[in-house]
């Protein structure tokens, strides 16, 4: 078996960026690329202060640090994107992100393992429109994907064991606990938590109970987050998309309806932490 040395992850967003340091803390050599020259001087930044918080708590040596992030590649031509596995967390729109699997595929040997982060696109659907399609498979990570251990491994009709097990093995070498799922709407998490959400919102709607009480009684039962709290960290318009698309591929069941309070604060650009504002204010975008 080909062992994996080079990882690239494609989005240097919310996951992208914390997948590239995950990848690099294992050891790998890392190449973190996005399309928007910003975004990646802000992984850069991201990486580096959340490793200096690790530094400060006494988890690593300073030298520990420079090693990690001299390991990652920061870049936004795509051209250098060249890796036996690529990782990519862009946007949730499926065109986007076969578009790029299209383009990575011209300048990649056809054994290159190209993993989605999606949320709850269908994997089959991506793989059927690229190159060797049995190397297409789901790596979902979880938010914040430094601290997070579960990785969903999503696999497809098309997948080959040995595609399935270089996956599992590099998750479990990135640190992670690899989960095999069959790829069905929202997988298992998100099909299971759309509830979580939308039971809340739906709450807020009808009975006019503030977001606070619902995320302070959540905590308290023994949940790590609230609801509103998450949607918060995971991104607005993430959040809403994934709920989009499992209702569709659900043939839209009225309980998993999608809430016309999130829309609303999607169409107002209150996304939540990344943009300082989304149910809670958070003075500038973190
Ligand atoms: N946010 C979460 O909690 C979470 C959790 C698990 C999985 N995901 C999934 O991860 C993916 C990314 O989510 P996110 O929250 O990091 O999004 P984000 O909005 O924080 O970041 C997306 C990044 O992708 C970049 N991008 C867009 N199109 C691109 C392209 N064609 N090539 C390169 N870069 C491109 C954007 O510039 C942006 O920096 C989505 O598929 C989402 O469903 C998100």
Known sequence: MNHIKIICVCGAGTMGSGIAQVAAQAGFQTIQFDLNPDMVEKSKQSIETGLTKMVDKGRMTIADKDAIVNRILFTSDIQQCRADLIIEAIIEKKEAKTGLFQSLSVINAPDTILATNTSS????????????????????????????????????????????????????????????????????????????????????????????????????SGFKMGPFKL??????????????????????????TPSPLQRAKVEAGELGRKTGKGFYNYGSSQ
């Open 121 to 220: 696109i269908s994997v089959t659907e991506i793989a059927v429109t690229i190159p060797y399609p049995e190397r297409v498979i789901g790596m979902h990570f979880f938010n914040p994907a430094p601290l997070m251990k579960l990785v969903e491994i999503i696999r497809t009709d098309k997948n080959t064991d040995l595609i399935i097990e270089k996956t599992l093995s590099v998750t479990k070498q990135m640190q992670k606990t690899p989960v095999l799922c069959k790829d069905a709407p929202g997988f298992i998490v998100n099909r299971v938590a759309r509830h979580y959400y939308l039971e809340a919102m739906r709450f807020v709607e009808k009975e006019q109970v503030s977001i606070e009480s619902i995320d302070q009684l959540m905590e308290a």
């Open 231 to 256: 949607m918060d960290l995971i991104g607005m318009d993430i959040n809403y998309g994934v709920s989009n698309i499992v209702w569709e591929a659900l043939d839209k069941p009225v309980r998993l």
